[in-house]
């Protein structure tokens, strides 16, 4: 049977240098913690220095959102192969605020699902506030 899954979405708060200190934390408080799977989702910007400190700690890094193309001029996109290169393992689709801020809608979210899916990528799909 799969874990309970343990999320912490940061959404666009923490620096980088906040992001590490709040994760070095993180580590101490769930050293022993093992019936449930804790996964962090910082700032992006913040992706590969948590990763850093996370490794071998038992926490898993997901991102907060990606791109449903791969590749190409989508200024400001990432895509679900450059999440998996910063040592990835889950991302967020479907979240209401993107949904209500930036439009994201179903068909969208369906392309990312199977973008993620394809990349290896565990997706933690949102469907309802």
Known sequence: MRKPIFGGN???????QQAVGTVEELKKEIQNLEEVEVVVFPPF?????VKAVI????????A????EKEEGAYTGGISSSMLVDVGC????????ERRQYFGENDNQINKKTKTAL?????PILCVGE
Do not use: D, R
């Open 10 to 16: 940061w959404k666009m708060h923490k620096t980088m």
């Open 64 to 67: 907060q959102n990606m791109h």
């Open 118 to 122: 394809s990349s290896g990528l565990i």
């Open 45 to 49: 910007t913040a992706l590969s220095s």
């Open 55 to 62: 490794e071998g700690s038992g926490i898993a890094l997901g």
């Open 89 to 96: 393992e889950y991302v967020i689709l479907g979240h209401s």
